[in-house]
């Protein structure tokens, strides 16, 4: 069995953030379009605001990937632990309401944005520990 290679680290890293910019996204579009029908979640929250919140975690991995694929692997494997991290926050809808007062839709988004964004996290924080191996 061949070792893995950095490339090979690289190609898997930009794949799971990959797989979950779809995921984040899919969830994101999901709460915009359908905020109304989401369970408790404050009147100040709008369609715009949820864009626009996509975009800033979303360039939190961007910038992450550039650091690491630059001179920065060490602060880039951080910030894309960052932007993974926040695929957690999805499951902030289960304390505004129980899974059962969500759709199989509203499940199935947050269900795959959580499982996307650890997988990416495993891996960043999994390549953070590699950096830091003597």
Same mark, same amino acid.
């Given at each position: 069995?061949?070792?893995?290679?950095?490339?090979?680290?690289?190609?898997?890293?930009?794949?799971?953030?990959?797989?979950?910019?779809?995921?984040?996204?899919?969830?994101?579009?999901?709460?915009?379009?359908?905020?109304?029908?989401?369970?408790?979640?404050?009147?100040?929250?709008?369609?715009?605001?949820?864009? &626009? $919140?996509? *975009?800033?975690?979303? @360039? +939190?991995? #961007?910038?992450?990937?550039?650091?690491?694929? /630059?001179? !920065? %692997? &060490? $602060?880039? *494997?951080?910030?894309? @632990? +960052?932007? #993974?991290?926040?695929?957690?926050?999805?499951? /902030?809808? !289960? %304390?505004? $309401?129980?899974?059962?007062?969500?759709?199989?839709?509203?499940?199935?988004?947050?269900?795959?944005?959580?499982?996307? %964004?650890? $997988?990416?996290?495993?891996?960043?924080?999994?390549?953070?520990?590699?950096?830091?191996?003597?």
């Amino acid at each position: 069995m061949r070792k893995a290679t950095n490339s090979d680290r690289m190609t898997l890293l930009i794949a799971l953030a990959a797989a979950y910019c779809i995921a984040s996204l899919v969830h994101f579009v999901h709460n915009a379009e359908y905020l109304a029908q989401y369970p408790n979640l404050p009147p100040w929250l709008s369609r715009s605001k949820v864009y &626009a $919140a996509w *975009l800033g975690i979303t @360039a +939190v991995g #961007a910038l992450g990937l550039a650091f690491v694929r /630059g001179r !920065y %692997a &060490a $602060a880039g *494997l951080v910030l894309v @632990a +960052v932007y #993974a991290a926040f695929g957690f926050d999805g499951l /902030g809808h !289960y %304390a505004l $309401a129980p899974i059962s007062a969500h759709t199989p839709g509203m499940n199935f988004s947050i269900g795959f944005e959580v499982a996307a %964004a650890a $997988a990416l996290l495993f891996v960043a924080l999994r390549g953070l520990l590699r950096h830091f191996d003597p």
